[in-house]
């Protein structure tokens, strides 16, 4: 499904358009605009017709958006019509609390496993889950056929454990940890770092 | 300091180059090179010299950069020359794991207050925490004066909140809640939504 000549900008605005759009389908709402959208998420109405006119023709002019069809074709695009399973690496703070978080499985993703290399925290309840031991890690994840990494180590480790994750066949990674990651270019890496984010702010703050 | 005719997206990469330097000043490192940190960080040496050429000529061509005197400046650029103070608003999973999390300080921010509106949580110790009542939010905001919060409420609650953010004079949004937020031009939101990030990536798989 993948068009590899969209810019990377434009797939990165997709989610945020379906996650509205399926906020605006929970509150019961059939149809939306590109002005409504472009209002609710603080993009030009313009930007929105441009991004989702790559993909084709999802609106008419006049009527605006089906809310449930441009959901359905946003899904297909990003390839989350379907249910990816996902690893934790990492069964600290964040790890922990991506294991309890209950907003992955509609949207796309479920989570199936989560390792750590601690002894203290192997074989430890989180949820459903049961901590397993990292040194099992690549077997393990290749078993369950695991593209979908969620990396939450500590930024010493992060570079090593990708490696691994790398040969076990993961393709996706998000990281967590506060250090950029060398993979393959067949690998894609996006990251979380709260203080990249902060300063990006402070930045226009006195 | 800040130079409003940046695009934001150099804006956004700023702190990416300053996690690296910082680290690279960390392994004793004294000199880099924009063709180094583009292979730590995937972005080619071309793009690096000109985001930092928007601020200033901080490199001698065919010496490098001096890694102090570069963090320094993009400390500067970002305004995390100085320590803000930041508040939490949700004490849940996330906000717990924000509120312990130890990368915060030699970063430029500060955890000060962390908030929640569930009596169970009020008064409870997080570190060296105590979770305030969210009632009292915009007065203790204001008296310490918090510009920069971490929103870690339900997806339901965001907008809400934000408001009475906005209205105790918050400058800085770091909304962990999966939905957008509508807020004056004079106040900057970034998102975080794993989510959104996974689905970014699944856009390239198969």
Known sequence: MAQKNIPDIV??????????????AQEGRQVTSSQELGERLGISAAQIRKDLSQFGEFGKQGTGYNIEFLSKKISDILNVDRVWEVAIVGAGDIGSALARYNGFNQRGFHTRLIFDNDPKKIGMKIDDFTVMDAASMESELKRAGVQVVMLAVPAGHAQG????????????????APVSLNVPADVRVQHIDPVVHLQRMTYYLD
Do not use: F, H, T
């Open 161 to 176: 454990v990708a490696d691994r994750l790398v040969s076990a066949g993961v393709k996706a990674i998000l990281n967590y």
């Open 11 to 24: 797939i990165g605005r997709l989610p945020v358009y379906l996650r509205s759009l399926q906020r605006m």
